[in-house]
């Protein structure tokens, strides 16, 4: 089942690199705290998308990793702010930043045209925290002269911090192409030919994960042993103590076995004793009652509790004040962090979403929302329909400005391929003739932040109104959705509420209005196969395998099929 992807920028490179330095200068312009310490790591992640943009394109252009004097110069800048992302960590975020120097090595990375940028998925979805890297290789053992590889996309900038918290060199960085579950590297030996020679030198690999396979730290350490390099001479910087996925071959396992492995598990940081998560949010909301909860799944969902996907769920905490009860929300470092704080601001204050009080680096602050779920609180249909159409418009016109997301071949390739798998080839032939007319509508399309998860599941009665949970996640989630044409959420509201013709034409016509935007009926009619495709794979793959996933999944499969009927 199609369900993940990578959703990529192209962005001109002299853009990405302004937009860092303008990151730096307000860092350095900021008070000491918190908030100057995240703008700072903000900074750092966006330089790491640039130097990780530049090797790529480098490498696309060879067909190989190679050195090069740009990446030597990425390399350079990028450890120089791990170093002052480390200085302000270590000095509880006291110690003054001096970013001419930074803006100096920064102002040496050149490159023309365009580079495709990736978001670090551990940052802006899986509580990452570059910190972490940096107190893992305080605490190997590991001395100066380790050599640090970064896997890009993501360890390009998590190598630096490695690099940093060991005194060590720049980094190198390498790309990983192939079967996902086998990767393999292409690089130049020259470029680590003296360090694999000499038996002194012992190796650090950086990167998130490991995930299903852990193929990609793997290959790195099977391209080092062909130079002659033993596993003992390696070792692995992970984001986390689990194992491997169910997807590890024999060999990969036995190199993992064979290597010592550091993870940088982010309660290093989030639960730090004097600079961690509890201090940040009493800068903001004041002392805590008592230690932050985590919260396992959703305790808001009533007597009917919601299928189960750990996949995509962020981390949720429980704060109590004496000013109320507090959500704390992992929502994403730097920019994607900053968006999202921004939206659920909107949100907020257009009344469609809980209070809000802070950022605090990655994590969102709102207050706790009582209340009953849609389904359990008897309220009058109209009167949710209204508030639905209400809140949609606001997205249309009262968000920032879309991301990337799926184009319309991307969607149908999904739904085409999903169906399949479910239903088999005669209703992917009929699904296929049907979305034939679906690229043509492109010129239609109003991309927008969509919220892409409009279940009833994710809607509280309060005393104060109706309330969209989890509003800001959806339409930056590590799926292949990403953002869409109100269309896309016009759909998702024709299945996830059962809505009439009757009901969906005063919809789109109250939507549309208020938003000052078209809502073309032949885009969402295309779009709910699609929808209903990408709900099946979701929910079909949800882990840990659950009955209420299952059932869902099966609901998904049935609506296709009924679907598919209807236009037969």
Known sequence: MIVYGDLERVEPAAEVKASVARAL????QMPAGIDRHAALVASFIRAAELVQGISDAEFESLGFDAGSPSRDYGAALLLGMAGAVDLSWRSGFLTRIDVRHLLLLLSKVERGGCVRTRMGEGYAHYCLYPEAYIEAARSSGLVENTCVIGIR???VGLAALVAAGLGAAPPVSLRPVGDPFDRQIRADPDILADKAADPGVHFAIADEGPGLSGSSFASVARWLQGQGVALSRIHFFPSHQGWLGSAATPATRAIWNGVRCHPAPSDAVVGHRTNGLRSWLE?????LDDPLQDIPGDCRAGK?????????????????????????KFAGL??????KFRDAAALAGAGFGPEVAALCHGFLVQKWAEGTPLAEAGVDRDEFLLVLGAYLAFRARGLGPPGPGASLDELRAMAIHNTSQALGSKACVTLERRLAALTPLGDRLHPIRTDNRLHAWEWLVTKQGILKLDAVDHCEAHDMVGCQDVAWDVAGAIIEHDLTDAETAALCERVSVAAELPIHGDLV?????CYLAFQLGLWSTATPHNAGASALAASYADKISRCLRDQS
């Open 525 to 529: 009619a295309a779009m709910l196969p």
């Open 304 to 328: 009917r509790q919601p299928p189960n996907d750990g996949r995509f769920a962020r981390r949720k905490l429980m704060a109590g004040t004496p000013d109320g009860t507090w959500l704390i």
């Open 283 to 287: 800068k903001k909301i004041g002392m």
């Open 153 to 155: 996309s993501i360890g």
């Open 25 to 28: 200068l307000l860092a350095g």
């Open 334 to 339: 730097g920019d994607v962090g900053e968006r």
